[in-house]
């Protein structure tokens, strides 16, 4: 029970007939080594890959809500443009540089089960993993990336 976040880059992959062959992906899904049969490779559109996954990292959380979701807070998925991205990077950087303006820029956040509100060593792991979590995502030009929180 607690706060559980993830970030998402979904990839579009749909092959069409128009499309030169060196414009096509070839996507098979295998588990154990055998073809699945069961997916069907020509019906896939997109890829969604688990970029990041956080476990009680409430100020990611709250920046991620209140920057991208105008404060609405209902475990929805919430979209993040590329923009997005740059400016969560540029906050972290900021923070990472400076960890006395934490409370300011990206302040713990109480709330059920969402883990401590102090800028502890777990605060500062967590700045700099996203960090390079966040600069890869903007380094691949993600496409469309998403985020999702339980509580």
Request: proline fraction near 3%; aromatic fraction near 12%; charge should be negative.
């Amino acid at each position: 029970m607690g706060l559980d976040q993830w970030l998402y880059k979904k990839t579009y992959v749909q092959n069409w007939e128009h499309q030169r062959p060196e414009e096509r992906h070839e996507i098979s899904i295998k588990l154990g080594g055998v073809l699945r049969e069961d997916i069907k490779p020509d019906r896939i559109a997109y890829i969604v890959e688990q970029a990041g996954y956080w476990r009680k990292f409430n100020a990611l959380h709250n920046w991620i809500v209140e920057s991208c979701a105008g404060g609405i807070d209902e475990c929805q998925k919430i979209s993040l443009s590329r923009q997005d991205l740059q400016d969560l990077l540029d906050t972290l950087n900021i923070v990472s540089s400076d960890y006395d303006r934490a409370e300011e820029l990206l302040p713990p956040t109480a709330g059920f089960f969402f883990g401590s509100t102090e800028v502890d060593e777990y605060y500062i792991q967590e700045v700099e993993r996203t960090k390079a979590i966040i600069e890869e995502l903007i380094n691949e030009d993600a496409e469309e990336c998403y985020y999702q929180a339980s509580w």
